[in-house]
T-cell receptor
């Protein structure tokens, strides 16, 4: 595709359920970033990948959150035992080099009831 | 103190006004990003700059590396400029994740 895509665009789930959020980066982009944006706030870093490996996962709030990128392209953010506080827009971005900047996906709006 | 501070937090302007949004940062950076986010929409990158000034249409971004300060200007503002404008800087050198400001919510009234 031409840009970063994320699916689903909206996800409503119940407290305690498991969810997966998917990010398709721009083809060839080696770096992939996950951010979380709560209402009225700027995005906050969760994790980023260089290729298949997580280069920095220090932003993951707790062990209920996990992300993978097994083939170095598509990434999945997994949230176990969801809580109402997990409700936010989850943003994905990708980039090739720092000089070329970062490209953002449209986000997935997660609502935990 | 946040690593990236933006002001003002909210801004309402009349159509045609000249608008300035400010960003101050405390980390050393390679490049600063200005981003635009419409309600319910994704984030669009407006500028990435490491020195001087960049211009794109009615948008102008400037940066002063020594003072760790950047400004985003909008000339002849229009209601379609209404959005949240976010300043962001890399956490470290290279292709590292961004640290974001909280954003400035701009409303331009016709």
């Amino acid at each position: 595709g031409a840009g970063v895509s994320q699916t689903p665009s909206n996800k409503v789930t119940e407290k305690g359920k498991y969810v997966e959020l998917r990010c398709d980066p721009i083809s060839g982009h080696t770096a992939l970033y996950w951010y979380r944006q709560s209402l009225g706030q700027g995005p906050e870093f969760l994790i980023y990948f260089q290729g298949t490996g997580a280069a920095d996962d220090s932003g993951l709030p707790n062990d209920r959150f996990f992300a993978v990128r097994p083939e170095g392209s598509v990434s999945t953010l997994k949230i176990q035992r969801t809580e109402r506080g997990d409700s936010a827009v989850y943003l994905c971005a990708s980039s090739l080099t720092s000089e070329q900047g970062k490209y953002f996906g449209p986000g997935t709006r997660l609502t935990v009831l | 103190k946040n690593e990236v501070e933006q002001s003002p937090q909210n801004l309402t302007a009349q159509e045609g006004e000249f608008i300035t949004i400010n960003c101050s940062y405390s980390v050393g950076i390679s490049a600063l990003h200005w981003l635009q986010q419409h309600p319910g929409g994704g984030i669009v990158s407006l500028f990435m700059l490491s020195s001087g000034k960049k211009k794109h249409g009615r948008l102008i971004a400037t940066i002063n590396i020594q003072e760790k300060h950047s400004s985003l200007h909008i000339t002849a503002s229009h209601p379609r400029d209404s959005a949240v404008y976010i300043c962001a800087v890399p956490r470290n050198s290279g292709n590292t994740p961004l640290v974001f400001g909280k954003g400035t919510r701009l409303s331009v009234i016709a």
